[in-house]
């Protein structure tokens, strides 16, 4: 299943991270400049449960949007 996560902040990047890292397909829905600070540094988790920091995540830009998605996860602050 392919999901599609709409943003990498708080909880896009929370989740989505967690999904990544359980070996799931997932694609962060990102601006120019995260995507550059995603592939400089990673996406990093801080977490009572565990910290994780996931080297160059998968990304893609809303002019570069091409690919099918089973799934898009949306969420707001």
Do not use: H, W, Y
């Not at 990498?8 to 694609?27: K, N, P, S, W, Y």
């Not at 565990?50 to 949306?74: M, R």
Request: hydrophobic share 45%.
């Amino acid at each position: 299943m392919r999901i599609l996560v709409v943003g990498a902040g708080a909880i896009g990047g929370f989740f989505g991270g967690r999904m990544l890292e359980a070996g799931r397909d997932v694609t962060f829905l990102v601006r120019p400049r995260r995507a550059t600070e995603l592939a400089d540094a990673g996406l990093v988790i801080k977490s009572p449960n565990g910290d994780a920091t996931l080297n160059n995540p998968p990304t893609v830009q809303a002019d570069k949007l091409t690919e099918k998605f089973d799934v898009v996860l949306l969420s707001c602050k």
